[in-house]
């Protein structure tokens, strides 16, 4: 049988051969959006990965320290803790004024975005230390958001009394991530229900602060008032330069030293 020479030695035409190159365009197409999309998600988790550990040492850190305030080298057994200022007494000098824990903001920020304490951290002297005397630090501790970092007060002299004073050092890598919110309360915010507790004399209760209740006129001079400070915070943050990759995380904490005081007239 003769073969005819045309047939034998025909190769590919010109239109198989284009469908041939954008079939294999859709492959390697396929295969470059696979692989892209797999290092996107991966980039994700590790930016992710970073955020949360960020966040939570943050998170863990004001915990930890918030939860002693108060704190007061003296108050062992038969000490008296009762504030009475007006009738020359002072129990507990890290619950007394601007030693006491209070929640304001730096300027700027937002409402609610530093919290200012005290407590006996630097030798349990029983004594507020203000950083005057030589050989002692000060006393005076502290959170705040600070244009999209946190910043820590850390045995700050008695000067440090408000969120916008010195004495500030920032905790956070604003290389790294960007707070977009940070929160105190003592009351219940957002997902957080508990709430700071008022005892009178102690045998009635509110589920509110005693300033509030005080206002409400449930106190009455010589009144004996207990507070047990709950602290609700929210912190929110996210990754530098990526709205995309988001965190919020909030937790409670019990003030372990109650605000003990009489109401004056």
Same mark, same amino acid.
């Given at each position: ?79 008296? &803790?009762?504030? =009475?200022? !007006? $009738? ?12 006491? *824990?209070? #929640? ?106 005693? &300033?509030?209740? =005080?206002? !409400? $006129? ?12 709950? *602290?609700? #915070? ?32």
């Amino acid at each position: 049988m003769r073969v005819n020479k045309y047939i034998k030695g025909r190769g590919f035409t010109l239109i198989e051969l284009m469908i041939s190159m954008m079939l294999g365009l859709i492959v390697i197409g396929g295969a470059l959006s696979i692989y892209i999309s797999t290092i996107k998600s991966s980039g994700d988790i590790v930016k992710s990965a970073r955020l949360n550990y960020n966040l939570d040492s943050v998170m863990q850190l004001m915990v930890n320290d918030i939860r002693r305030a108060g704190y007061w080298g003296l108050a062992i057994s038969g000490s008296n &803790a009762v504030n =009475d200022v !007006a $009738g020359g007494t002072l129990g507990n000098p890290f619950t007394v004024g601007t030693a006491n *824990i209070q #929640i304001a903001e730096m300027g700027g920020e937002s409402a609610g975005s530093c919290i200012l304490y005290t407590y006996d951290g630097e030798n349990s002297d029983g004594a507020l230390d203000d950083g005057s005397v030589i050989g002692k630090k000060g006393e005076y501790y502290g959170f705040r958001l600070n244009n999209g970092r946190i910043d820590i007060r850390y045995q700050a002299t008695g000067v440090a009394k408000t969120c916008d004073a010195a004495s500030w050092e920032v905790i956070t890598n604003e290389n790294l991530i960007e707070i977009t919110s940070l929160q105190f309360s003592f009351l219940p915010v957002g997902p957080l229900v508990a709430t700071t507790r008022c005892l009178k004399n102690p045998d009635t209760s509110f589920n509110t602060t005693c &300033a509030l209740t =005080d206002t !409400a $006129g449930s106190i009455t001079a010589g009144d004996l008032m207990t507070e047990k400070r709950i *602290i609700n #915070i929210i912190l929110s943050g996210r990754v530098k330069n990526d709205n995309n990759v988001i965190k919020t995380i909030s937790s409670s904490v019990q003030v372990r030293a109650p605000y003990i005081y009489v109401k004056q007239p």
